[in-house]
């Protein structure tokens, strides 16, 4: 920046070719101006906000701003400040509009030195008129007070001005490095054909828009900016302007991704559950679930949103159902049994776990939340444990009096044979031994299961055949596996012990002179796998089964005659898959072990 210094009012020239210095510099000097040269628009506007002065003296041609857009610029920030435009060539229509933006003074081309000084010197002793210099003064601080960002734009979409605020959002030094720009420089460029449309609403149909969504690209800044963009047509020194309101929402669309985050979150948690999560209203009607409810019940979404919780479950369960949500409305809490109708139409039992949530709906209500978890199994566990004990306590009583009858008989002198009655004793004592360890297993079982993972089932099955063969040569047995192939299972480690306990056992009680068992590795129609082993005996007796199903209780009459049957029950249970009892035709008994096949897996 070059500087005539002549010690009194400053004057800046924005002369990028030195032409207005060459031509007033001594004029200026002469009359005591203190004359400095700026060769940009960009400079002057940031001189002006470093420094006080006096005037401006500025040719029409710049090379970021012709003269009257700086002008116009100036005027936000400086509306009483003399300004005159000195055009290279200029015309009547050039002065018009320069005296329409705000301008001081017009000096044509050819002008004396002595005209412009005087001209100059007259603009910065004429006072402004109070209503104009009042009214763009309000203007200006009203937009460089805003807290928002505010931009001025002119009809090609270029900056004429803009407020602090716009600055740091754009992390930009000084308003020359936006006023004059296209704001398009600054705006994401997914977002241009959007923002043009928007200018066109402003400039030529004269229509306010937004708030609009759009992004920033900050010049100094590599993140992203999210924005709404307000904007309106005004007037400003004889022109009309765009006026663009800007709110940063980029801290609050982060807290909206971090919300939907842990929402999706909390979501995903909650469909990973077995369980059923569910929120009703105080009435009981489904507000919220998880996968689970939808997997168990068979009801799609669309379907649970118009029902009650007590529509899930059996109709002699839904008066519990109902009670139980009032105690919770009433106490904070509650938790009930009930029969829960799967999608497949079995009834199974269900521990619901209520409480009452502090916070409402919108309309106010109080909501209640609840798991809902399926304790069949459990039961199943702990009535078996039952009969386990019941069994334990019962064939022990009757192998002790056995084993204290026999000996008595010994004492007494009453045995024919002593020595078999010993052998005798000696059986009794192995058969309680091996029923104590049988017994201690399914304790085991049942109170720790262990965990499932996938077991290749046909190499198991040929494993279990292989040692049976070798211990039962007189048996005949027949392996089937020609439909399954190699194919894994979802299955505990002990259900290879539990496949080999049903050949035995179908062997041991033949009565036949030479037992026929067969066994069949195969897909069944739902896309499982199916162990079968059927035999030619005579059967398995009902109270062995009713034991399993549960249809009446152990007692002296009806307690079993093994734990055989007991074991392999509860290790396909425990596995996951379902037992089913059959005949074998024309004579026989048919057991059917169903397992989940493991991932990836797709038998047949």
């Known amino acids: 920046m070059d500087r005539v210094d002549g010690g009194g009012e400053r004057v800046l020239l924005v002369d990028p070719t030195g032409d207005l210095e060459r031509r007033f510099g001594d004029a200026l000097l002469a009359a005591g101006f203190d004359a400095r040269r700026v060769d940009s628009a960009g400079a002057c506007l940031g001189l002006l906000e470093r420094e006080d002065v006096d005037g401006v003296l500025s040719a029409h041609a710049l090379p970021d701003l012709d003269g009257i857009r700086l002008l116009r610029s100036i005027r936000v ?4 400040l003399p300004f005159v435009l000195a055009p290279d060539d200029g015309s009547e229509a050039l002065a018009g509009d320069a005296i329409a933006a705000g301008a001081s003074g017009y000096v044509p081309r050819g002008s004396d030195p002595a005209t412009t000084v005087t001209r100059l010197r007259d603009s910065l002793d004429r006072e402004v008129p109070w209503s104009d210099a009042e009214g763009q003064k309000r203007y200006r601080h009203l937009v460089e007070r805003s807290p928002a960002p505010i931009n001025l734009f002119d009809e090609t979409g270029e900056s004429i001005w803009c407020n602090d605020a716009a600055l740091d959002l754009l992390g930009l030094d000084g308003r020359e490095e936006l006023v004059g720009h296209s704001i398009f420089e600054f705006i994401h460029p997914e977002d241009h054909e959007l923002a043009r449309k928007e200018m066109r609403s402003v400039i030529e149909s004269k229509t306010s828009v937004g708030p609009t969504r759009m992004r920033l690209e900050p010049r100094h800044d590599d993140d992203v900016r999210h924005v709404q ?52 209203d105080a009435e009981g009607g489904l507000v919220r679930w998880n996968a689970a409810t939808t997997e168990v019940t068979g009801y799609d979404d669309a379907e649970l949103d118009s029902m009650d919780l007590a529509d899930l479950f059996a109709e002699d369960s839904r008066d519990l159902i109902r009670d139980s949500l009032a105690r919770a409305l009433e ?56 009969v386990l004990e019941r069994w334990l306590r019962h064939n022990v009583r009757n192998e002790i009096n056995v084993i204290q009858g026999t000996a008595e008989s010994i004492r007494d002198g009453d045995a024919e044979d002593v020595g078999d009655a010993a052998r005798r004793i000696e059986e009794r004592a192995e058969h309680m031994v091996e029923q104590a360890d049988r017994e201690r297993e399914l304790v085991d079982l049942l109170a720790n299961p262990p965990e499932r993972f996938p077991i290749e089932i046909t190499g198991v099955v040929e494993r279990q055949v292989r040692g049976i063969r070798e211990r039962y040569p007189d048996a005949d047995i027949d392996v089937d596996l020609d439909r399954a192939g190699d194919v894994r299972v979802v299955a505990i480690p002990k259900v290879g012990a539990a496949i080999g306990e049903l050949v035995e056992n179908a062997i041991e009680h033949s009565d036949a002179d030479r037992p026929s068992v067969r066994v069949e590795v195969g897909p069944d129609d739902r896309g499982r796998v199916r162990v079968r082993v059927l035999d030619d005996g005579p059967g398995i007796p009902a109270a062995e089964r009713e ?6 209780d152990v007692d002296q009459l009806h307690h079993g005659s093994g734990l055989g049957l007991l074991f392999v029950y509860w290790v396909v249970r425990v596995s996951g898959g379902e037992v089913e009892f059959g005949v074998n035709e024309p004579r026989g008994s048919a057991v059917t072990l169903t397992f989940r096949a493991a991932a990836g897996e797709h038998p047949g």
Do not use: M, N
């Open 547 to 552: 034991v399993l199903l549960f249809e009446r």
């Open 229 to 280: 963009v307000s904007t309106a047509v005004g007037s400003f020194l004889g022109g009309d302007i765009g006026q663009a309101v800007v709110v940063d929402v980029t801290a609050l669309r982060e807290t909206q991704e971090d919300l939907r985050a842990e929402r999706r979150l909390i979501e995903e948690t909650l469909d990973t559950l077995q369980d059923l999560f569910y929120v009703v």
């Open 77 to 80: 920030s400086r509306p009483t």
């Open 331 to 386: 106490t904070g809490r509650d938790t009930v049994e009930a029969r829960l109708r799967t999608g497949r139409g079995h009834a199974r039992l269900y521990e619901l776990r209520a409480r009452r949530l502090s916070t409402g709906d919108r309309t106010g209500g109080p909501r209640v939340v609840g798991i809902a978890r399926d304790v069949s199994e459990r039961r199943e566990r702990e009535r078996q444990l039952k």
